[in-house]
């Protein structure tokens, strides 16, 4: 996987944008990216590992993701998704769930996050762009102070090692 991260692409102060390049079909990128029994095998920081609770895959529909520390320690989050165009992008909310607070030290961002994921098809490789927009710059900063490009580089080393395995095996489904 090649990875071009970090924020220099943003389009304003309230951004983060995360580029990486994987070695596999879009398709099977998006379906990874979008299906409960694939994003539990890499989602989440290395070492952790994640239930998805809810998962509504349509415009309007709500997903709910628990991420499970190896300590024990649950950190979830939940979103609507406004937009899904299959294979090449979807636009969701991106919000911390009730108990998230509890469990990590943070001055945590208090309004809605908005998530884009572009996947761009590259013939047998696929450029995956993630647009993380805040409300505020400030709301941004909290966000970068938590390690959120860290934590998101670490579930996307996870994805890009769950593709090879996929691939390797010709697995598509």
Not at 87 to 106: C, H, L, M, N, Y
């Amino acid at each position: 996987m090649l990875k071009q991260n970090g924020s220099t692409d943003a389009q304003s102060d309230r951004e983060i944008v995360i580029t990486c390049v994987f070695n596999a079909p879009r398709e099977l990128v998006f379906k990874v990216w979008t299906q409960p029994k694939h994003i539990e095998q890499w989602w989440g920081l290395k070492g952790f590992t994640t239930r998805v609770d809810e998962m509504d895959f349509r415009p309007g529909g709500t997903w709910r993701y628990v991420m499970c520390g190896p300590d024990g320690t649950e950190y979830p989050v939940k979103g609507v998704f406004r937009e899904v165009v299959p294979p090449e992008r979807i636009v969701t909310s991106d919000e911390f769930d009730q108990g998230f607070e509890r469990v990590i030290e943070a001055d945590l961002p208090s309004g809605t996050i908005v998530a884009t994921t572009i996947f761009e098809d590259l013939g047998d490789k696929t450029r995956l762009i993630l647009r993380i927009m805040h409300p505020t710059a400030e709301d941004r900063r909290k966000h970068e102070e938590m390690g959120v490009v860290a934590g998101w580089n670490s579930s996307l080393e996870c994805l890009d090692e769950y593709l090879a395995k996929m691939v390797e095996k010709r697995v598509l489904d």
